[in-house]
């Protein structure tokens, strides 16, 4: 039966993502509840076992240090105030200063020791989130806030660090020092001690409600906080053209906003934890006066002598501080938890593209054949919306083949399936025969070149910006490359030649000069294919023929892929695909395709219109 008109029906793969995307909603909201998250960090700590044992050692003798002081105030108390036992005090109190000793010894050990792990552990986690982030598919990346995802990397571990470290350290001293303490209270006085234990829910369970209260805060500040730098890194990245259209009030008046909303969450998490620390001081040293009281009745009745009564004075003092502060470093360690939380999220993300199990291997030596075969493709953010429809083609090795057409046509798409930054939703893309799908994604990128429109230049110098070719690259290597690419010139004249930092994102060059660098980066791989996406695009005259000069040296030999708008490079190809609205509308050389007078010939003809000056292709 079919179904009525008007009505979706809801397919079983539509039922299958809710359900997941209900289900990991469900997970997140659980970790968010709990302290779950900080298992991440497990394994890095499980890395650091002999550090892990010195500190734990060193804990427990500086609590067991401290554990032994009431046990000699209550000697002296019981014992010592009396002429004849001026001996006992003096070697009481000589063991008393071995004893500070010894815990000033152990507590500087467990202090080294636990930051020394919180520092390792923390550099490990930065490290491994950022390996994972660059292996990440650009689909990713499509989605995410650059800002957003640095601000995870640097103040979320940041503040990983702060728990791991002095907060753990902090935590776990007073973890073992509670316990103890209790103990001692229950030798002690078992009496007193039933009173205690009775208070303890009392304390706990507030403590842990508002531990919760303050969790859930802390996530909402470190994401509104992420937000905020997200939105300053993408302003001050694009900084020159905020200025041009003199919009400096707007962007300092949004991050203003973005600023004060930080800080209302973060005012919000404040007052909640001061309100937790406030109410845990209070009554943990409420029921210890309480106890205290209870005892002074029970050594006027002779139940308890006073040394006794003074040693479990001092056990539950040790046993409320310490559970004091834990109180206060559960909010802290609450904070790390959800930081630890936001860092789980992205190492949970899988690539899009991933090497298969068992990668087919790509023919050594490579040839540089490329094909498309019955390649249809849409973006993930628009799956409804077909950029390649039905494309096939064969680049014979050493072959030159242009790919024209008017914005949008799909054009740009076609490297990005051969790179394998995304895979095709039908047929197949082939490198030297095999199917990029089956093979692992790094070998089939090794052999391929590019050089781009918009060409990336780091903040770094010019010789580390000519390396991203070849990391490994010799001075000469380097220098030949860049006399191939005609960058000496420009390169030499700068400062300090190579070693000159070139600022963010190039800014000190021109874009001729940038692109000869991208050039000289593709001459550097040497690599058997190669791909031109607009390398001479938006470029002057004397910088387009300095380009396109590099161009054809670094073409020689080499099977090569052009995107072109204008028509230098196209007229020299061995063969034209002309794309529109996705698909291939005509094929042949330019002689050919202008005598047939299509689509080619019409864009060819609007390029002339005004003497070449326009570029339409």
């Not at 923390?122 to 806030?145: E, G, I, K, N």
């Not at 490198?431 to 590019?450: L, Q, S, T």
């Amino acid at each position: 039966m079919l179904p009525r008109r008007g009505r979706a029906v809801p397919s079983r793969a539509d039922g299958r993502r809710r359900q997941r995307v209900a289900d990991e909603a469900k997970a997140k909201a659980e970790r968010r509840r709990s302290l779950r998250p900080l298992r991440t960090l497990v394994p890095y700590v499980g890395r650091y076992r002999p550090q892990v044992a010195i500190a734990i050692f060193a804990l427990v003798a500086a609590a067991g240090a401290t554990l032994a002081v009431p046990l000699a105030v209550r000697r002296m108390i019981d014992f010592g105030f009396s002429g004849q036992n001026a001996e006992f005090i003096d070697r009481y109190f000589l063991v008393l200063i071995a004893v500070v000793a010894a815990l000033a010894g152990a507590s500087a050990l467990r202090y080294y020791f636990v930051i020394w792990i919180g520092e390792r552990v923390v550099a490990d986690l930065r490290a491994d989130v950022f390996r994972h982030l660059t292996r990440l598919s650009p689909a990713f990346f499509d989605t995410a806030q650059s800002g957003e995802v640095v601000s995870r990397l640097t103040a979320d571990t940041t503040q990983i660090k702060s728990a791991v470290g002095a907060s753990a350290s902090i935590a776990l001293r007073n973890l073992v020092l509670f316990v103890g303490a209790t103990a001692m209270m229950v030798v002690t006085s078992p009496r007193l001690s039933a009173f205690v234990l009775l208070a303890i829910p009392v304390i706990v369970l507030p403590l842990v409600w508002f531990g919760r209260t303050v969790r859930g805060r802390a996530r909402l500040a470190q994401d509104t906080l992420a937000g905020a730098a997200a939105y300053a890194s993408e302003a001050i990245g694009a900084v020159r053209t905020l200025q041009a259209f003199t919009n400096e009030v707007f962007a300092t008046g949004r991050f203003a906003g973005e600023v004060e909303k930080a800080f209302q969450a973060a005012r919000s998490q404040m007052k909640a934890r001061a309100v937790l620390t406030a109410f845990a001081i209070f009554v943990i040293f409420a029921s210890v006066v309480a106890v205290l009281w209870i005892g002074a009745q029970d050594v006027l009745a002779g139940r308890i002598t006073a040394g006794a009564l003074g040693q479990f004075v001092l056990y539950s003092v040790f046993a409320a501080g310490a559970l004091g502060e834990l109180s206060q470093v559960w909010g802290e360690i609450s904070q790390a938890a959800g930081a630890a939380e936001r860092l789980a999220e992205l190492l949970e993300e899988k690539p899009a593209i991933a090497p298969p199990a068992d990668p087919l291997p790509l023919p050594v030596p490579p040839h540089g054949a490329l094909a498309f075969e019955g390649v249809a493709f849409s973006y993930p953010g628009r799956p409804d919306v077909g950029v390649i429809r039905d494309i096939s083609f064969e680049v014979a090795p050493g072959e030159t083949v242009a790919i024209v057409g008017p914005s949008g046509a799909g054009k740009s798409t076609l490297f990005h399936l051969l790179l394998r930054f995304y895979d095709p939703t039908a047929g197949r893309v082939l490198v030297d025969g095999v199917d990029v799908a089956r093979a692992d994604p790094i070998e089939v990128r090794r052999r391929i070149a590019i050089v781009p429109q918009d060409t990336v230049i780091f903040a770094a110098s010019a010789a580390e910006n000519l390396r991203y070719g070849r990391p490994d690259a010799s001075d000469a290597e380097l220098r030949a490359a860049a006399e191939d690419a005609l960058a000496t010139g420009f390169i030499d004249a700068l400062p300090e030649g190579f070693d000159t930092l070139l600022g963010e994102r190039g800014v000190t060059l021109s874009g001729g000069q940038r692109q000869r660098i991208a050039i000289a980066r593709a001459i550097l791989k040497d690599a058997p294919v190669l791909l031109l996406d607009e390398a001479t695009s938006a470029l002057d005259a004397e910088s387009e023929s300095l380009v396109q000069t590099a161009l054809e040296r670094l073409m020689r030999g080499r099977t090569t892929l052009v995107i072109a708008h204008r028509l230098a490079t196209v007229q020299a190809a061995d063969r034209i695909l002309v794309m529109d609205a996705g698909r291939i509308a005509e094929t042949g050389t330019h002689e050919e395709l202008v005598a047939k007078g299509g689509l080619y010939a019409k864009l060819a003809r609007l390029q002339f219109a005004d003497g070449g000056a326009r570029p339409v292709l």
